[in-house]
T-cell receptor, first 112, second 114 residues
Framework: EAAVTQSPRSKVAVTGGKVTLSCHQTNNHDYMYWYRQDTGHGLRLIHYSYVADSTEKGDIPDGYKASRPSQENFSLILELASLSQTAVYFC???????????FGPGTRLTVL | AQSVTQPDARVTVSEGASLQLRCKYSYSATPYLFWYVQYPRQGLQLLLKYYSGDPVVQGVNSFEAEFSKSNSSFHLQKASVHWSDSAVYFCALSMGYNQGKLIFGQGTKLSIKP
């Protein structure tokens, strides 16, 4: 059974629309992360959280909000989707410090 | 600033040949380094990690990596590749105590020739 799941796996959104990407974990990890991956590039950190009801900005937070309502769930919200936000989004979990992270399967978002 | 560089965007090797994927990092403190693999339409999976000690670390599927502080490198190696090794490989650096934030390289796409 997958420990990190994401929904939806694929989504097409219109410019200016609201998009919510969801992540659920059964790893019992405190830390959860949202990354985006653009073709030919590595992953870049958008937001992360180390406790429920609290989120932190990553390296590229502009245009994104995050929500952590429980230890298991972490959402990424695009209030006004833009063409430049077309990418694959990955959720990951970890125990913090210098530990490795465990990734979900990704959500492919296309903004038209 | 901290960074990870993978100088080879694409690498092609013949099945059965040896492999080296290069990774260079920039970080003033003790680095914690990882190699991840991404198969098509999947998330990233951990291959191996280096925290300290023996500079040669073993990972899954006979991969290994060698850490060099003097060269600021963490190259991934495999003695004999298989067609199933075709994937994108990412090197990553962990920084920030109790944050676990990762900095990723750009990735190297590995193709295996039959």
């Amino acid at each position: 059974e997958a420990a990190v799941t994401q929904s939806p796996r694929s989504k097409v959104a219109v410019t200016g629309g609201k998009v919510t990407l969801s992540c659920h974990q059964t790893n019992n990890h405190d830390y959860m992360y949202w990354y985006r991956q653009d073709t030919g590039h590595g992953l870049r950190l958008i937001h992360y959280s180390y406790v429920a009801d609290s989120t932190e900005k990553g390296d590229i937070p502009d245009g994104y909000k995050a929500s952590r309502p429980s230890q298991e769930n972490f959402s990424l919200i695009l209030e006004l989707a833009s063409l430049s936000q077309t990418a694959v989004y990955f959720c990951a979990t970890g125990t913090g410090s210098y530990a490795e992270q465990f990734f979900g399967p990704g959500t492919r978002l296309t903004v038209l | 600033a901290q960074s990870v560089t993978q100088p080879d965007a694409r690498v092609t090797v013949s099945e059965g040949a040896s492999l080296q994927l290069r990774c260079k990092y920039s970080y003033s403190a003790t680095p914690y380094l990882f190699w991840y693999v991404q198969y098509p339409r999947q998330g990233l999976q951990l291959l191996l990690k280096y925290y300290s000690g023996d500079p040669v670390v073993q990972g899954v599927n006979s991969f290994e990596a060698e850490f060099s502080k003097s060269n600021s490198s963490f190259h991934l190696q495999k003695a004999s590749v298989h067609w199933s090794d075709s994937a994108v490989y990412f090197c990553a650096l962990s920084m920030g105590y109790n944050q676990g934030k990762l900095i990723f390289g750009q990735g190297t796409k590995l193709s295996i020739k039959p």
